[in-house]
C-alpha cells in the first residue's frame, strides 16, 4: 500500500509538471500558403518548443506518428536582428513580431512558427515543451493541440509588414519574411530549418511611376538598414535585403548560402566534407526582388545593385546570376574570388589558414572540395566571378563599375588580375578602378580614385551618378583589350601600374545607338577621368587623342548575329569619312566583336550590318 501511495505520489507529481510546462492557447491561422502557429508559453531559455502537423487529431496516442516539422526557440517571436539593430543594449522596447499588418505585436509569452505547405491539406497542430532536452510530452486538448483543423493551400507567400522608421528623412516600411527548409516548385527552400525569420526593408519614394528600382546589400557587420540611401533619382524605390545568421562564428553567408548540415545556431558545426551547399541567401534575395515588382509599377528595364565590400560581393555575384533582370551595378572594394588561396601578401586573411577562410570553409567546406552548389557548379566555381564570366560568355553582363585596391588585404589584390583578364577574354567589358587603397582606409588618406567616384557615385547625396545611365532595354558596346588600359600587374606589390583603370576613358553614346534587325550602330568616345594624387589636389587625367579597342554589342535588342555569319563593319569619325571598315564573322554564340577599333576624342561612329545597302559598294557610306 505504501509502495503504491508512493507510486501515485510520483505520476501524480509527474502529471503536474507536464501540466505545468505543457503548452496553452495554441491557434494557428493560414493564409498565402503559409501556415501561423502561435501559442503561450514559459520564456525561460532553458525551453524550446517541438511543431507537429497530422491529417487527424493529435493526442497523446496520435503524437508519435505525427510529422515533426522542427523547433522554435524560446524567443521565436523576438525579432532579434531588429532588436539588434535599434536597441543593441537590450535595455530599451523589444520589438515583437506581426503575423499580420492589422494586428498587434506578440508578446515575449507568445512564441510562434510558421510553416509552409508543398500540397493543399486539412491538418491537426501540436506543439509540446523541451526542458533542458527532455520533451513534456502531455498534450492538452484545445491548449497545447488544436481543437479544429486548419484548412491549407499551397499559395505565394507574403512577407509581413512590421513597422516604419525613419532615416536620413526618409522612410523606409520594415518586413519579415519566414522562409524554412520546405516549398515547392514554386517557392524553393530558403534556409536548412524550418521557420527562419529575415527582414527587409522598401523605401518608396516619388510620385510618378514606374519607378527604377535600386537593391542594396550591406557590408559585413551591417544591416539592412545600415545604408539607407540610393541613388540622386528621387523617384526611385530602394530595397535594402539583409544577410545575417543567429550564429556565434558565421554571422553572415556573404549572400551566397551555407551548407545543407551547417548548424544556424550555435558555432555552425565542423567543416563539412560532403553534401551540397544551397544557395539559400541568393534564392531569398531573389524572392525579395520578385515580391517588390508585385507591389507597385516597378520600371524593370531599370533595376540596379549596388554596395561595398561584402555589398559588393552580393551585388556582383547576384547581378551576375540573373543579368537578364540587372541593368548596372556599383561596388566598392568587393571580393571576386573565394577560391583564391595564393594571395602574395602575407596578411591576406583569405589565404589558408587564416581567419576568414576558416569561416568560409565552416560555411561551404573546403576548396580542395568544391562541394555542389545550386547552379551546376561546384561552390568554389560559384563564387568565382571570373569563372562565372567564363561560364555566362554567352549572356550579357550588367554595366558594372568596380573600384579595388592594391593594398587591400581584406578582399584580397591579386585574386583580380585574373577576373579583369576573364572578363576580357569573354567580352563583357565593364569599369575597373584600382588605386593603393586598403579596404577600409587609412586616417589622413584619400583613395586616388576617389574623385572619380564621387563623379559616378551611389551616394545621392553627391551628384551626377553611374547606375541611372543603363537600361535594360538598350544595347551596349562592351570593350576589351583597349590600347590604353593600364597594367594591373602580376598580383605582387610591385608589379604594375599602382594606379589605373580598365576601360575607364571610354564611354558611348546611349541616345543615338541604332539597333534594328539588320543594323546596330553606336558612338563611342574618349572621357577624361578625375583623380587625386596622395598628399595633392583633385586633377583631371586626360584622354589621348587616340585609342584602340575590340568592341562587341552586348544585350542586343532587335540586331541578331547568326553564329558563322558574315557581318560588314565601317568605322565613321566625326565628319562621317570612313577611317576603318571591314567584315566580321559572328562566333558560335552568336557574338559579333570588331577587333582594333580606332577611337580619337572627336568620338567614332561604329556601324555593324547584316546585308544593309549602306555597304553595297564595299563599305563606303
Not at 88 to 98: A, E
Not at 112 to 121: D, I, K, Q, R
Not at 168 to 196: C, K, L, Q
Not at 554 to 574: K, S
Amino acid at each position: 500500500m505504501k509502495s503504491l501511495s508512493k507510486g501515485l505520489l510520483a505520476l501524480g507529481l509527474a502529471c503536474a509538471i507536464d501540466r505545468a510546462h505543457a503548452v496553452t492557447d495554441l491557434q494557428a491561422v493560414h493564409r498565402d500558403g503559409q501556415t501561423f502557429v502561435t501559442w503561450s508559453q514559459d520564456t525561460s531559455a532553458t525551453r524550446s518548443y517541438r511543431v507537429y502537423r497530422a491529417a487527424q487529431p493529435i493526442d497523446a496516442a496520435t503524437l508519435p506518428a505525427a510529422e515533426l516539422l522542427g523547433s522554435a526557440r524560446p524567443d521565436s517571436s523576438a525579432n532579434v536582428r531588429l532588436n539588434t539593430i535599434t536597441n543593441p543594449s537590450g535595455l530599451g522596447t523589444q520589438n515583437q513580431f506581426r503575423i499580420a499588418a492589422n494586428e498587434a505585436p506578440l508578446t515575449a509569452a507568445q512564441g510562434v512558427f510558421v510553416h509552409t505547405v508543398a500540397a493543399g491539406a486539412t491538418s491537426w497542430y501540436a506543439v509540446t515543451e523541451v526542458v533542458n532536452g527532455v520533451e513534456a510530452l502531455a498534450i492538452v486538448p484545445g491548449e497545447s493541440t488544436l481543437a479544429a483543423p486548419v484548412v491549407e493551400s499551397i499559395g505565394a507567400p507574403q512577407p509581413v509588414f512590421q513597422r516604419s522608421m525613419v532615416s536620413f528623412g526618409r522612410t523606409n516600411d520594415i518586413y519579415t519574411h519566414w522562409v524554412g527548409d520546405a516549398g515547392h516548385a514554386g517557392y524553393p527552400a530558403m534556409a536548412n530549418e524550418a521557420s527562419v525569420p529575415f527582414n527587409f526593408a522598401l523605401q518608396r519614394r516619388g510620385t510618378a511611376p514606374p519607378h527604377p528600382l535600386v537593391i542594396r546589400m550591406h557590408f559585413k557587420g551591417g544591416n539592412f538598414l545600415s545604408l539607407p540611401f540610393g541613388t540622386n533619382n528621387a523617384n526611385e524605390w530602394l530595397l535594402m535585403v539583409d544577410d545575417w545568421l543567429p550564429n556565434l562564428r558565421n554571422r553572415d553567408t556573404f549572400w551566397y548560402g551555407y551548407h545543407e548540415g551547417f548548424a544556424l545556431h550555435g558555432d555552425g558545426g565542423p567543416v563539412p566534407t560532403s553534401g551540397s551547399v544551397p544557395d539559400y541567401t541568393a534564392r531569398r534575395v531573389r524572392w525579395t526582388f520578385d515580391w517588390v515588382l508585385t507591389q507597385g509599377a516597378i520600371d524593370t528595364n531599370r533595376v540596379y545593385m549596388t554596395g561595398t565590400s561584402m555589398g559588393g560581393i552580393g551585388s556582383f555575384f547576384l547581378a551576375m546570376t540573373m543579368p537578364e533582370r540587372i541593368a548596372a551595378i556599383y561596388t566598392q572594394v568587393p571580393k571576386l574570388d573565394f577560391s583564391f588561396l595564393g594571395d602574395p601578401n602575407p596578411g591576406s586573411i583569405w589565404n589558408a589558414g587564416q581567419g576568414q577562410r576558416a569561416e568560409a570553409d565552416r560555411l561551404w567546406g573546403a576548396v580542395a572540395t568544391n562541394l555542389p552548389g545550386s547552379d551546376g557548379l561546384g561552390v568554389y566555381d560559384r563564387m568565382n566571378a571570373g569563372r562565372l564570366a567564363e561560364v555566362f560568355v554567352a549572356r550579357s553582363m550588367p554595366v558594372v563599375i568596380a573600384f579595388n585596391g592594391r593594398n587591400d588585404i581584406v578582399v584580397g589584390w591579386a585574386e583580380k588580375i585574373p577576373f579583369y583578364e576573364a572578363m576580357q577574354a569573354n567580352r563583357h567589358g565593364g569599369y575597373f578602378f584600382w588605386d593603393t587603397r586598403t579596404h577600409g582606409g587609412a586616417p589622413g588618406y584619400t583613395p586616388e580614385w576617389s574623385p572619380q567616384e564621387a563623379i559616378n557615385p551611389v551616394n545621392e547625396f553627391d551628384g551626377v551618378n553611374f547606375l541611372n545611365l543603363y537600361r535594360l532595354d538598350q544595347s551596349h558596346p562592351a570593350f576589351s583589350r583597349a590600347s590604353i588600359d593600364q597594367d594591373p600587374g602580376n598580383g605582387l606589390a610591385g608589379d604594375g601600374d599602382p594606379v589605373g583603370t580598365i576601360n575607364g576613358h571610354l564611354v558611348w553614346d546611349r541616345a543615338t545607338i541604332v539597333d534594328t534587325p539588320t543594323r546596330w550602330e553606336v558612338t563611342i568616345r574618349l572621357q577624361n577621368l578625375t583623380m587625386q594624387p596622395v598628399g595633392g589636389s583633385p586633377t583631371t587625367v586626360p584622354a589621348p587623342a587616340q585609342a584602340s579597342v575590340d568592341v562587341t554589342p552586348r544585350r542586343l535588342q532587335a540586331f541578331a548575329p547568326a553564329p558563322g555569319r558574315e557581318y560588314d563593319w565601317v568605322n565613321l569619325d566625326a565628319g562621317s569619312n570612313v577611317v576603318q571598315a571591314g567584315r566580321v564573322v559572328a562566333d558560335a554564340l552568336g557574338l559579333v566583336t570588331v577587333q582594333g577599333f580606332t577611337v580619337a576624342t572627336g568620338g567614332n561612329r561604329l556601324v555593324v550590318s547584316d546585308g544593309d545597302p549602306v555597304f553595297a559598294d564595299g563599305f563606303e557610306d
